[in-house]
């Protein structure tokens, strides 16, 4: 289903919180080009997801940012029917996806419908312009 | 499938357990029974309590030395929640007390009862009093001024990650967090709302008996539950602790001095913390599981050792129900059902009512009274001082739990 958004452009989307957090510049970075960026330890390969300065496993702080396949599949969801932040229009679905690499992520689902959804149903990601300076990485059904 | 997050490792700080670098012993020093709750001090809940926290926590403490027959002045420790009402520095000047031996203020769940019980047993204050004014209903929303405070600091802390990897999703407040793992923790057990609604159930009875628990002045029923509003499927309205106004004040001395004072001593048999790997507040979501609570199994783990009991010697547990899904998800916790089993056990209710198998939130719980977490404290100490307006039978042993769905904390109080 995909997410509607309020027209009032005084109203600022959530996502433009989204550069508070130092760590995750790279993601957003990424996904202005279209791509599902992912952090991961340089020295062991461990995925550093949420993105953090330092391994938790060999405390190297050498890490690397690479591309998700953007496959993956639905681990778990919610469906908001009261309006958190009036940017957002309800009923609006949220889902965690597990990539194929493993890392989970919170996302927005392209073209499935509430009662679509199932765990365990395949998905890839898609990128959708959500305002003019807005993209956001969103997941649809894997074909 | 290539390399997952991080492993959840089990607790290395257990018993006998040592160092993997130095060899060192880990094992903890033990603060078993050596401090008592003597006092408790509970300022009438309400929807708008139209006073200042500052009041109710004068008002609060000032019921709770009464009830200890302890002078004020004598209060020579304080300690509180971060987040509610005004610091020691007010307090103390409001109450005239001359002087304070030790101070702290923690953050999460009844997790300041640590700092009281250190304090009482160390000898750095003699007769502390945990406050917790919270005006929640009728007070400013405390997640718009996190929002503030983040916009201003630009803080690299794990918390942010909400507003950079959540918010833009429309995955915004607690409940919806919840809902996330509730949905999966229903996947893969086959857990029912109409298992997990009779926790809500049992709790209005009880509230329903309990003068002080505003909300339910009689008891719903199971399709009550079931018909409340879906506010983020699959969280209900009924799956979700109303807010209240209230105070709540408790004072803890040595078991010793205890003994000379108005009531039976409530002796704090154990207090422990629990945290875990890759945890972050009700969105631990890169677990390899996330529908257990580790940071409340490595708690409970802490808690049984230092009180030498099990789960089975547990008369009534006061549990954490901000958000009701998380109740099932403390009995595997801690152990008093085996994994996947929670939502069954609470199912029919019988085996958690007063008189039941295992009664929890004898008061009505932060689902019958509003959440502030102290309640279950105080409900602990009436069970054992046969003072419960839902009085259980032989209640010499009960456990409180705070702080589901991060980090955890708790108490084995005993008579």
């Known amino acids: 289903m995909t ?73 778990s969801w919610v469906t908001y029917n009261e309006a958190p932040d009036p940017a957002f229009k309800t009923p609006y679905a949220v889902v965690l996806i597990e990539l194929e690499e493993g890392p989970r992520l919170v996302s927005n689902l392209a073209d499935i419908t509430p009662e679509d959804i199932r765990i365990g149903m395949p998905v890839e990601v898609t990128f959708e312009d959500v305002a003019e300076d807005l993209t956001l990485p969103k997941f649809k059904k894997a074909g | 499938m290539a390399k997952k997050s991080i492993k959840d490792k089990t607790n290395r700080a257990k018993s006998g357990a040592k160092s993997r670098k130095t060899g060192h012993s880990m094992a903890k020093n033990s603060i078993k029974n050596k401090t008592a709750i003597v006092g408790i001090g509970v300022v009438n809940f309400s929807k708008n309590i139209g006073r200042s926290e500052w009041y109710t926590a004068s008002q609060c403490i000032k019921l709770a030395a009464d009830d200890a027959g302890v002078n004020i002045y004598d209060i020579d420790g304080m300690v509180k929640n971060i987040d509610d009402g005004p610091d020691p520095s007010y307090v103390q000047k409001g109450l005239g007390i001359d002087n304070l ?18 304090a009482i047993a160390s000898g750095a204050a003699n007769y502390c009093v945990y406050y917790q004014p919270a005006h929640r209903a009728s007070g400013p929303e405390k997640s718009i001024s996190d929002y503030r405070v983040a916009r201003e600091t630009r803080d690299d802390s794990l918390d942010l990650i909400r507003y950079d990897f959540f918010s833009p999703f429309g995955l915004i407040g607690q409940t919806g967090y919840v809902g996330m793992t509730y949905q999966r923790y229903m996947y893969e057990f086959g857990v ?87 945890g972050q507040f009700h969105t631990s979501y ?47 916790a801690l152990g008093f059902c085996g994994r996947g089993e929670g939502a ?72």
């Open chain 1, 3 to 75: 997410v509607k958004y309020n027209a009032d452009k005084r109203i600022p989307h959530p996502a433009k919180w989204a550069v508070l957090y130092r760590s995750s510049t790279p993601f957003w970075d990424g996904v202005k080009e279209k791509k599902l960026m992912l952090q991961r330890c340089k020295q062991c390969g461990t995925w550093l997801n949420p993105p953090r300065p330092m391994c938790p496993k060999c405390h190297s702080t050498e890490s690397e940012w690479v591309a998700s396949s953007g496959k993956g599949k639905i681990y």
């Open chain 2, 101 to 118: 031996t030790y101070h702290s203020e923690s953050h999460w769940g009844t997790s300041a009862m640590m700092n009281a019980v250190q």
């Open chain 2, 192 to 278: 029912k709302p109409e298992q997990i609604g009779w926790i809500p159930v049992v709790e209005s009875e009880s509230a329903a008996r309990n003068p002080n628990a505003i909300f339910f002045d009689k008891p719903i029923t199971i399709k009550d539950y079931l018909n409340s509003r879906m506010v983020v499927n699959p969280m209900r309205e009924y799956d979700v602790a109303p807010k209240v106004d209230g105070a709540i004040a408790i004072i803890i001395t040595t078991t010793e001095r205890a003994r000379d004072l108005k009531h039976k001593p409530v002796i704090i048999s154990s207090c422990a913390f629990g945290m875990a790997p890759e």
């Open chain 2, 286 to 332: 890169t677990r390899d599981s996330i529908t257990e609570l580790p940071e409340m199994k490595n708690m409970a783990r802490e808690l049984f050792r230092i009180a030498g009991v099990s789960p089975k010697d547990i008369k009534a547990a006061m549990l954490d129900d901000t958000f009701i899904p998380y109740v099932p998800m403390q009995l595997e």
């Open chain 2, 344 to 415: 069954a056990f609470c199912e029919g209710g019988d085996r958690i009512r007063p008189g039941g198998e295992l009664p929890i939130n004898t008061d009505g719980g932060s689902f019958g009274q509003g959440k502030l977490d102290m309640t279950r404290i105080v409900e602990a100490v009436r069970q054992i001082r046969g003072t419960s307006t839902n009085q259980i039978d032989n209640a010499d042993m009960i456990l409180v739990a705070s702080g589901a769905g991060g980090p955890a904390d708790g108490l084995i109080l005993r008579g």
